[in-house]
């Protein structure tokens, strides 16, 4: 008899253990079903949800990252940062959804808004290269998370960041720059959450139109990278990168900078073409050309930041500097050829020497000839009316001759290997 009771009691044992394991099981649980939205948000957000759905499993969540970039709104070179606005989106699977059901949902989710998506987890990630960011709160914080039917979930949100961007000015304004966008998972480690960027056919970046409508830049290609990022006795975070390849457009730099330096230069060359006596005239002209190019050159780095190595613009302002610098050069040149039988023959120990004033008897004493010879002529009796140049007047117009056809066939050089190098490297793949 006893063994029929012990049998018995076994054997109810074994039901009621094995009815417990059922229970306990998630997928032989019953699905909870819900008759309308205003119930479940009341349960999920009462259950503590606040962790990584598989993170009592030690299985890592795979976040998929999409993101739509609304507008670039700045680019700063002497702060070497850039803001962009962005659409931000999320998505993963949380199995601790997955029992729950509501009727009569025709969308097949369930939207969790700003106020009610606080109780419930979200990734937590963070820039490493942001400056300064802010959600957009106007009308609402722009927040949204979706439930789906099974368990899938997205998180989108609108925000602006201000984000490091190191370029390299050498070619500039022919310059292209490389600025990267950074995501990374601050919390938890590569065992908790991986993040990848999604597998949509369209990409997983979207550029909204407004983005081909930047004053100075264009957007000419964009990348992604996954990577695992290690910190120092924290182990390895999962990171994601998007690379924008941004090239300068040149049309502000050419009416601007360099149509009026060329401008400027050809005019220094309206001095070869006065007379050689017009002193005041073209001293006038060679130092007024000097200052715009001293001027324009300040200016045009006013807006950079104070870099040690040469620009490409510093290149042309610097050389534009010299042909104007040369050309005033120039006229000194000529003035002292022009001068040169007067002077008698330059001469080094003359240059402090002062020269002593003749006598009134010695002036009067001067034949006609005699003053006729210094003032440029020869013969000068009466009868003789023909006037000759003399050879210093003579050295100096050759000098403004060749001037003239020199100056601009190199200045003609110098823009044939300019603009053919640059232009070469605008038009390169980074």
Known sequence: MSSYIVFFLTFCLTLFLCHGNSRLDPRNNPMKTFSNRKA????????????????????????QCEMHVENFD???EANMDYTLTILLHLSWHDHRFSKYDIEGIDE?????????????WVPDLYFPNEKNAYYHNVLMPNKMLRIYKGGDVTYSTRLSLTLSCPMDFRAYPFDKQTC??????????????????????L??????????????????SHRTHTLSHQRRELGNHSRLEAEFTLARNIGYYLVQMYIPSVLVVMLSWISFWLNVNAVPGRISLGVLTVLTMTTQSSGVNASLPHVSYTKAIDIWMSTCLMFVFFALIEFAVANVLMRKDTNKGFKFKNMFSIPRRKSESQKTEKSPDDRDTENGWEGGSAKSKK???SNGVKYAMYCDVGSRIMFPVLFIMFNIVYWSYFLVQLNSDV
Do not use: C, R
């Open 40 to 63: 479940f948000l009341d349960i999920i957000t009462q259950e503590k949800n606040n962790v990584p759905p598989n993170y009592d499993n030690d299985e890592p969540t795979m976040i």
């Open 74 to 76: 700045s680019i700063n």
């Open 108 to 120: 097949g989710y369930v939207e969790i808004d700003a106020k009610n998506l606080e109780k419930l």
């Open 180 to 201: 990267k966008f950074i995501i990374e998972s601050f919390s938890y480690n590569d065992g908790n959450i991986l993040l990848n960027w999604t597998n949509s056919t």
């Open 203 to 220: 990409g997983p970046i979207h550029l909204d139109k407004s983005t081909e409508q930047m004053p100075q830049f264009e957007v000419i």
């Open 387 to 389: 006037k000759k140049i």
